[in-house]
């Protein structure tokens, strides 16, 4: 068995891999990462700075990744890293509770509180409790859901994806979707018989399955929009729909912004639908990425009454040893800190530039494809329309993906390495990041254009 000593750096990307391939389940700590939807060696990389991201083999590349959504402002952002040094200095954590703690949590219920064009004061979530992850914040929306209501059973909808815990890995997009497997063994039947999969944007199965299971429902989760089939938001006033008819039945609204929170606009999602018109009073919001700035943090936000059922003061049970973690929420503070209006204004410009150059390299090239926006979230499509759910998702040529990503990386851009992933831009993304980005779409395009599916 090959053995490597401690001491040694892993000199090539190969290399690393051949490394990571004797100790890790597939060579990776996240299924995505492994590059098997697209194939190759991934790429481990070492360092990353402001819009850039560098390899162990010293090739940097303009990323459009972004950790997948936490790096609003870029990477290693100087008063993200003060922010994160200082906390450092002062212990990585007690297990114990935090001034840090109450201070991200004022600052994340001040951002979902708005004023509306009629002077009411409304207010996304009255309180917040913090985890460690995104699945660990979903999981928790969903015990507490099920014991507010005392009912068993749980809506999502196809393709989306709110983590990996047993109640939500049917038809889950992201990395389920990627690596093309319905859902997960060691789910038992009895577990999954509890969730209730409909297709998204559809009104008539929202109708049809409260109709017949009404009284049963303890709630429905949905993406505030959908990132995790490639990109594709709600049709105007569907997630007031989904409010309206959960709490017609006495059912909660769940609504996932681990990955739109804090960036769609200040206040996610549920900011971008208050501007536009179309409000929606979602019972419990789950956060993540963003709001630890790179670390791992998380959170669950509602209103008091449903909050308060958590222990101590109630009979739902939730606890981490590392819920709150000092340094975590000093980097998220700093984070959310740092995007101020300038930010959120230059987020879809800096996304529209990209989408859109990428679209014009593909046409030229006679690519049949569309790029699908949510707020500055975008992914390209290789079919003549957007999706609207995800059947429609995974009804375009796939096989396009591979040699256009690869094509794309070796001329210095890194994408998601799945065509079921969102495409994220940060503040960093300058014209110069911009530019590159752009000259790759040429070769690229042409590579997808070249690109024939497989023979079966």
Do not use: C
């Not at 639908?273 to 943090?297: M, Q, S, V, W």
């Not at 509602?302 to 340094?327: C, F, H, I, K, W």
């Not at 957007?386 to 429609?392: L, V």
């Amino acid at each position: 068995m090959t053995r490597f000593l401690s001491g040694r750096t892993p000199a090539t990307n190969s290399e690393a891999f051949e490394r990571a391939l004797a100790v890790t389940p597939g060579g990776v700590n996240s299924p995505v990462r492994a590059f098997r939807s697209v194939g190759g060696t991934p790429v481990f990389l070492a360092s990353g700075r402001g819009p850039y991201v560098t390899d162990i083999e010293g090739t940097e590349y303009v990323d459009l990744v972004g950790q997948w959504g936490p790096a609003l402002l870029g990477h290693a952002h100087p008063d993200v890293i003060a922010a994160a040094h200082a906390a450092v200095d002062r212990g990585l954590g007690f297990g114990a509770a935090s001034t840090g703690e109450v201070e991200l949590a004022e600052l994340v219920i001040d951002r979902l509180t708005l004023t509306g064009p009629d002077g009411i004061e409304r207010r996304g979530i009255e309180k917040l409790r913090l985890v460690s992850t995104g699945t660990e914040a979903t999981m928790t929306a969903i015990r507490l859901a099920r014991g507010a209501t005392g009912r068993p059973l749980l809506v999502k909808f196809a393709g989306h994806y709110h983590g990996h815990s047993d109640s939500l890995l049917s038809e889950a997009g992201s990395g389920i979707a990627t690596l093309g497997i319905p859902g997960s063994a060691g789910i038992t039947a009895e577990t999954a018989a509890q969730t209730i999969v409909i297709p998204y944007n559809d009104e008539d199965a929202v109708a049809a399955v409260f109709a017949a299971h009404g009284d049963r429902i303890a709630a429905v989760i949905t993406e505030a929009a959908a990132a995790n089939m490639g990109v594709v938001p709600p049709k105007p006033g569907f997630n007031k729909l989904l409010a309206d008819t959960a709490h017609a039945h006495g059912a909660l609204l769940i609504s996932d912004e681990v990955m739109t929170g804090f960036r769609s606009t200040a206040a996610g999602w549920w900011g971008l639908e208050e501007r536009e018109g179309t409000p929606y009073d979602a019972d419990l919001t789950t956060f993540g990425k963003i709001i630890g700035g790179g670390l791992p943090l998380a959170g669950l936000g509602g209103r008091t009454e449903l909050l308060d059922l958590l222990a101590p003061l109630g009979p739902v049970y939730q606890a981490g040893t590392l819920s709150g973690n000092p340094v975590a929420v000093a980097t998220g503070a700093a984070m959310l800190g740092g995007a101020g209006p300038e930010v959120y204004e230059h987020l879809p410009r800096a996304a529209r530039a990209i989408g859109d150059g990428l679209s014009a390299a593909l046409t030229a090239e006679g690519v049949e494809h569309v790029v699908a926006w949510a707020g500055s979230q975008f992914s390209i499509f290789f079919r003549a329309d957007a999706p609207q759910n995800y059947a429609e998702a995974q009804d375009q040529a796939t096989w396009r993906f591979g040699p256009f990503f690869h094509a794309m990386l070796e001329h210095g851009v890194s994408l998601p390495p799945s065509v079921y992933e969102a495409w994220f831009v940060s503040a960093a993304h300058d014209d110069t990041a911009i530019g590159r980005v752009l000259a790759a779409a040429v070769p690229a395009a042409r590579a997808a254009a070249a690109a024939r599916p497989a023979v079966p």
